[in-house]
């Protein structure tokens, strides 16, 4: 584990905190997020997320440097796949464009501190349990045969546990309200749809984290750099995810690149475990080779697409 001086977790708390803030203020009227919007958000995020690892490079060095890079571009790369999701999730409720943003930014938040008990817990089984990387590596390598078998996911938004358990907790009405996630109606509070989307998409979340955090233990057994890197990756997610609205189904080979990766990381898995149990002469892959090996797979798999779009 990397000694990790307190005003550093102090530094990252205030920077989510004040980023979510300044996030939640500049969209506090429900509008429409068009594509230059977007971008510029796309671009401040992940200038934020670079800028941390900078200073992670130079206050933790090289190698805790090199696998925030890693894990931030692998969960960002993962994440993909929850726009898809997402598009889904908006489709079936019929979430009106202007109010996106808003259930993402709350889908987010709750995304940060699953995340951040799953990857704790990670870390902690991982250390004491050195087999359970083997368990993980299947996990992955059996993803990236459905992937490349071309094996969709089947989520029904509307039948999500999340979702059901909601609906027996407090009534959900039909209409919305605005922007509003709850109403009072003849003396009782009932929810609105968006409350609904928000649930949705928090097990959609879930369902994700089952590739997601074996990948990123692959990379890092550290916990500041494992949550970090997913809590900066998961920050810009809503500005990729309008960056990117309409333009999910033009990358075609993309998908099946991230089955690639899974497949490289479930490798670097079962070496970890087996450098470790077995034999120490056993070799690892290092960080900075699967930092480039995801970069030319990503590179490769969206040329491939944009070169070759689906007729």
């Given at each position: 584990?990397?000694?990790?001086?307190?005003?550093?977790?102090?530094?990252?708390?205030?920077?989510?905190?004040?980023?979510?803030?300044?996030?939640?203020?500049?969209?506090?009227?429900?509008?429409?997020?068009?594509?230059?919007?977007?971008?510029?958000?796309?671009?401040?995020w992940v200038s934020l997320a670079?800028?941390?690892?900078?200073?992670?490079?130079?206050?933790?060095?090289?190698?805790?440097?090199?696998?925030?890079?890693?894990?931030?571009?692998?969960?960002?790369?993962?994440?993909?796949?929850?726009?898809?999701?997402?598009?889904?999730?908006?489709?079936?409720?019929?979430?009106?464009?202007?109010?996106?943003?808003?259930?993402?930014?709350?889908?987010?938040?709750?995304?940060?501190?699953?995340?951040?008990?799953?990857?704790?817990?990670?870390?902690?089984?991982?250390?004491?349990?050195?087999?359970?990387?083997?368990?993980?590596?299947?996990?992955?390598?059996?993803?990236?045969?459905?992937?490349?078998?071309?094996?969709?996911?089947?989520?029904?938004?509307?039948?999500?546990?999340?979702?059901?358990?909601?609906?027996?907790?407090?009534?959900?009405?039909?209409?919305?309200?605005?922007?509003?996630?709850?109403?009072?109606?003849?003396?009782?509070?009932?929810?609105?749809?968006?409350?609904?989307?928000?649930?949705?998409?928090?097990?959609?979340?879930?369902?994700?984290?089952?590739?997601?955090?074996?990948?990123?233990?692959?990379?890092?057994?550290?916990?500041?750099?494992?949550?970090?890197?997913?809590?900066?990756?998961?920050l810009g997610l809503r500005a990729?995810?309008?960056?990117?609205?309409?333009?999910?189904?033009?990358?075609?080979?993309?998908?099946?690149?991230?089955?690639?990766?899974?497949?490289?990381?479930?490798?670097?898995?079962?070496?970890?475990?087996?450098?470790?149990?077995?034999?120490?002469?056993?070799?690892?892959?290092?960080?900075?080779?699967?930092?480039?090996?995801?970069?030319?797979?990503?590179?490769?798999?969206?040329?491939?697409?944009?070169?070759?779009?689906?007729?």
């Amino acid at each position: 584990m990397l000694d990790v001086p307190w005003w550093l977790w102090g530094a990252f708390a205030a920077t989510v905190i004040v980023s979510l803030v300044i996030d939640l203020l500049a969209h506090r009227t429900a509008h429409v997020i068009g594509f230059k919007e977007a971008a510029l958000w796309s671009g401040v995020w992940v200038s934020l997320a670079l800028a941390f690892g900078a200073v992670v490079l130079l206050v933790l060095g090289p190698r805790a440097g090199t696998e925030y890079a890693t894990a931030w571009l692998l969960e960002k790369s993962l994440s993909v796949d929850n726009l898809f999701v997402f598009a889904l999730i908006f489709a079936y409720f019929k979430v009106p464009r202007a109010y996106q943003h808003r259930v993402l930014f709350f889908g987010v938040f709750g995304a940060l501190v699953f995340r951040g008990i799953f990857l704790s817990l990670g870390v902690a089984v991982v250390g004491r349990f050195t087999a359970v990387l083997f368990v993980f590596a299947a996990i992955l390598f059996y993803s990236t045969y459905k992937i490349l078998r071309g094996e969709e996911e089947t989520f029904d938004p509307g039948r999500s546990f999340a979702v059901r358990l909601l609906r027996r907790a407090i009534p959900v009405r039909d209409d919305y309200a605005g922007a509003k996630f709850t109403v009072r109606e003849a003396g009782r509070r009932v929810g609105t749809p968006l409350l609904a989307v928000v649930a949705a998409i928090e097990a959609a979340d879930l369902v994700f984290a089952v590739d997601s955090v074996p990948a990123v233990l692959a990379v890092s057994d550290d916990t500041f750099v494992v949550y970090t890197s997913n809590a900066f990756a998961i920050l810009g997610l809503r500005a990729l995810y309008f960056l990117l609205a309409g333009l999910l189904d033009r990358f075609r080979y993309l998908s099946r690149g991230l089955g690639v990766i899974l497949a490289l990381i479930g490798v670097k898995l079962i070496l970890q475990a087996s450098h470790k149990m077995i034999d120490e002469s056993i070799p690892e892959i290092p960080s900075l080779l699967s930092l480039a090996v995801i970069v030319v797979v990503l590179t490769v798999s969206v040329v491939a697409s944009l070169r070759h779009p689906q007729k």
